[in-house]
């Protein structure tokens, strides 16, 4: 049963301290798609990419948030320095083709809490 | 833009009663909507999509593009019901945006 893998599971951290979330996504799989959750936001899309070239990440802080796949099996979220408004559970989801919508895998996400 | 609309936090019915959750969405080209769901400890999952115009356990959504609404609907809910559900649009490049998501909660 394929899935996607999102490590760790959990994350505590100091305010200032950099995170980085990884995400393995379904093999053969094309479309990698970060999204943070919270109460407050729902679902915000972070940033995603289609065959590893980045095509929006204007959901992002800049300055302190980056994306990258540096090769077709990883996916990586980093926050440096990190601030407790950054507490949230980060989900990557992964789907193949143009209609991703039709069918895309989560991964379990990554609860983060910045103290 | 493209945007999702979701005006319910929290929608809470006893079990048989009929349910619906709200979407409105805005987008200026044709779009595709989706309702995903999270039921607890679970992965979010894919629902329904407008396209197929199917019903699946139990639930239907249909497309209003007058209104502007694709909301979720089901005539009796049951316990198992009990998620949070989340409407999504999928717009230009593909691009994937969810709502805010709803809590239904089925009281027995």
């Known amino acids: 049963d394929a899935r996607v893998t999102q490590t760790p599971r959990h994350k505590v951290t100091e305010m200032g301290q950099e995170v980085t979330m990884r995400c393995q996504p379904i093999l053969g799989h094309n479309t990698v798609f970060w999204y943070r959750q919270t109460m407050m936001q729902g679902l915000e899309l972070l940033a995603y990419f289609r065959n590893r070239a980045p095509l929006d990440d204007s959901g992002m802080p800049k300055d302190r948030f980056s994306a990258e796949m540096p090769d077709a099996t990883l996916a990586t979220l980093k926050i440096q320095p990190s601030e407790p408004r950054d507490s949230a559970v980060y989900f990557c989801a992964s789907g193949l083709g143009q209609a991703v919508g039709e069918k895309l895998f989560f991964g379990s996400g990554t609860q983060l809490s910045v103290l | 833009a493209q945007r999702v609309t979701q005006p319910e936090k929290l929608l809470s019915v006893f079990k048989g009663a009929p349910v619906e959750l709200k979407c409105n969405y805005s987008y200026s080209g044709s779009p595709e909507l989706f309702w995903y769901v999270q039921y607890s400890r679970q992965r979010l999952q894919l629902l329904l999509r407008?396209?197929s115009r199917e019903s699946i356990k139990g639930f239907t959504a249909d497309l209003n593009k007058g209104e502007t609404s694709f909301h979720l609907k089901k005539p009796f809910a049951q316990e198992e019901d009990s998620a949070m559900y989340y409407c999504?649009?999928?717009?230009?490049?593909?691009?994937?945006?969810f709502g805010t998501g709803t809590r239904l909660q089925v009281f027995p």
């Open positions: 407008h396209i």
């Open positions: 999504a649009l999928s717009g230009e490049g593909d691009k994937l945006i």
